[in-house]
């Protein structure tokens, strides 16, 4: 990453005539506010929309598109709804780990809309540090099991499945969760609980979502050089890096495409150096 061009890009860019609706019922504002406000966005709520139609994580709405599609969509609507030039959409999605595939795994998605010139940017950021879990308990103790490694009641519960007569969200009374299933595990073989995802029930998600601010105003903050549209950044790598010993191609990236989202403008920009003989298949096969 060239630092130094990216300092030089945050000098000569203009103020953007900047009001950001956020389309948020979950409090969210206040995790986005302070990075995006260093490049001139003034971050605005709504919250006379039910984002609830976009999807639950307690599914009793399922998410339709993809996570870019729906914080897109998400991002297009606020600023239609503010009828602001820019909005801007959040979304969180819970999966494996791209490791090893078996950890829990939270991704957070933020994307701005700019209306004048029809185009998006687009920041993650992921975490291992979710307490994203459900199941089954059978007993107090496999509850209060489960209550302890979801960092309850910090972190808010979701007791039973929806159209289940003891369903409730955002669970935050460890006394009276306990007392709750105390009465329902004698007459009920299992009872499902799970981890609320939303943000304001969530620090850990929190964190995420403010690290994906981060992200989004680092790339806004580089401008592309044909059109002067804000967010030109990293894209992708070609591999290619030669190994230090033998010269021969490796795996490890040797040239970084960065790409302007607004034009079609482009910049292949080599890595320097050389790749370690660890990774080349013919020093270390
Ligand atoms: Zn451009
Ligand atoms: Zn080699």
Redesign the pocket.
Same mark, same amino acid.
């Given at each position: 990453m060239t630092t130094e061009s990216a300092d030089r890009d945050v000098q000569r860019m203009p103020l953007p005539d900047g009001r950001v609706a956020f389309l948020t019922c979950h409090d969210k504002t206040r995790l986005v506010s302070e990075p995006l406000a260093a490049l001139g966005f003034v971050v605005e709520p709504l919250t006379t929309y039910n984002t609830d139609h976009f999807g639950t994580f307690s599914r009793e709405v399922g998410r339709t598109g993809s996570a870019e599609d729906t914080v897109l969509a998400k991002a297009k609507l606020a600023a239609d709804l503010a009828s602001s030039r820019y909005g801007l959409g959040s979304e969180g999605s819970f999966g494996r780990d791209p490791h090893i595939g078996w950890m829990p795994w939270d991704y957070e998605l933020l994307c701005l809309w700019d209306t004048e010139r029809q185009y998006a940017v687009f920041a993650l950021a992921s975490s291992g540090a979710t307490n994203y879990a459900q199941g089954e308990v059978d007993s107090m103790q496999a509850a209060v099991l489960f209550m302890d490694k979801a960092q309850f009641p910090e972190h808010a519960l979701i007791l039973g499945h929806p159209g289940e007569p003891w369903f409730r969200k955002g669970i935050r009374e460890r006394d009276a969760l306990i007392e709750q299933l105390q009465a329902l595990l004698p007459q009920e073989l299992r009872i499902w609980l799970e981890t609320d995802m939303r943000a304001h029930f969530n620090p850990l998600r929190q964190a995420v979502i403010r690290e994906a601010a981060v992200v989004l105003a680092q790339r806004l903050s580089s401008h #592309?050089p044909?059109?002067q549209?804000l967010g030109?950044a990293f894209a992708r790598s070609e591999p290619g890096l030669l190994c230090v010993d033998c010269e021969s191609s490796t795996p490890l990236a040797a040239v970084h495409i960065w790409q302007?989202p607004? #034009?079609v403008?482009s910049e292949r920009r080599p890595v320097a150096g050389n790749a370690p003989a660890a990774h080349c298949g013919y020093c270390n096969p």
């Open positions: #592309c044909q059109c549209a030109f302007c607004a #034009c403008y």
